[in-house]
């Protein structure tokens, strides 16, 4: 059996950055990815952008990792040549009744230390957006967008250059406790083996309560359920109106279907919230109903025949459908009852933005 110090599992983006601040601080890593590459699944099929940090509760992980992340990705994008762009955001009311939530937005952003957000009347929005109607909206100058997989392979990079391995083809089919350290059964292709580890992360992602649920020992009381909620995009066929990412008001299961870009300055719109009873990624053209629906709420002026399929992506929901959104969870031992273990679950959006501040906290629970 192989031993080492630490195992992350997954090697999606929060996997990497997990084990890149392991591996800086100087731990043994080994990263088990069961695809053949990285941030296959929910780190490539987002919007890739950089959250300022408005829209959650004051004190919640999420409020706080992603402020604390959003600047920390702005410097190491920066330092580490990673494509971005500071392009900001529009958050509209399209409606006199809708004031008192923009309003209630800034506030909400300012408690969580989001201390730039502008109101702007209809007038000013018109003569920045003059394709929006709206009545009024927020501005958010620290929104971002940037190129998600070339950051991922920054953290790669730096994870193997402090000595960190990246293992692929290889899942994680179960795991106990033995002799103070965590043994788990490995699968690659035909072949089984084991390794053992003083400190596994799981950060499996979608795969994420299934590998919980196979750690012998584990409080299974203490697991969440996923439920799978199908974001679908769509792309515009057309040359882009817009300077900026426009977003209406956020509903009780997301942000609601945005206006966005790719690096290349191409529109797309989504995601749309479907849920879905197993991971598929199929988009099924005749949604593109709602999101004309939808965009022509603070749109009018979008052709038929406009938008086209893109891709979609699956956010793995502690929530069911009809329930609030919660917060990230962390599991330690003190939670699940089993020493060596940190599990991460429900790492939706804003994860991406929190990445490097969510790798922090991990790595101060690892010690």
């Known amino acids: 059996m192989e031993k080492t110090d630490c195992v992350v599992v997954g090697a999606g983006v929060i996997g990497l950055a997990v084990a890149r601040a392991l591996a800086l601080a100087g731990r ?28 959650y509760p004051a004190g919640s992980l999420k409020a706080m990792f992603c402020v604390a992340g959003r600047k920390q990705l ?28 923009l309003q209630a937005l800034w506030e909400k952003a300012r408690i969580n230390g989001v201390d730039d957000m502008v109101f702007l009347g209809q007038k000013e929005m018109q003569r920045r957006e003059p394709q929006i109607k709206c009545v009024s909206a927020l501005w958010s100058p620290s929104t971002g967008l940037i190129d998600s997989h070339s950051y991922m392979l920054a953290l790669q990079a730096d994870l193997e250059n402090a000595g960190g391995v990246v293992v692929f083809d290889t899942k994680v089919n179960a795991g106990s406790a033995a002799d103070k350290r965590l043994e788990l059964a490995l699968q690659s292709g035909d072949s089984a083996f084991s390794v053992a580890a003083n400190t596994v992360i799981n950060c499996a992602g979608l795969g994420g309560d299934i590998l919980a649920r196979a750690i012998a020992g584990i ?101 069911h459908q009809g329930a609030p959104a919660v917060d990230f969870v962390i599991q330690g031992e003190a939670e699940h009852g089993v020493s060596g273990l940190i599990n991460l679950f429900g790492i939706e959006s804003p994860g991406l933005t929190s990445s490097l501040a969510l790798a922090d906290y991990v790595k101060q629970m690892a010690v």
């Open 28 to 55: 043994e890593v080994i990263v088990l990815e069961a695809h053949d590459c990285i941030g296959s699944e929910i780190s490539s099929r987002n919007s890739e952008v950089i959250h300022a940090g408005i829209y």
């Open 74 to 101: 702005y410097r190491y994008c920066e330092a580490h040549h990673v494509p971005f762009k500071r392009c900001g955001k529009f958050i509209i009311a399209t409606e006199e009744q809708q004031r008192p939530e």
């Open 219 to 319: 409080k299974p009381e203490t697991l969440p359920a996923y439920s799978y909620a199908k974001g679908n995009y769509f792309t515009y066929a057309g040359k882009s109106p817009f300077t900026s990412l426009i977003y209406p008001l956020p509903n009780e299961y997301g942000l609601g279907v945005h206006v966005t870009h790719d690096m290349a300055g191409n529109l797309r719109f989504g995601p749309d919230v479907e849920w879905v009873d197993e991971i598929n990624y199929e988009v099924d053209p005749r949604r593109g109903e709602t999101f004309y629906a939808a965009i022509r709420s603070y749109w009018p002026e979008l052709a038929d025949g406009s938008l086209l399929p893109a891709y979609a992506g699956i956010r793995p929901k502690i929530n």
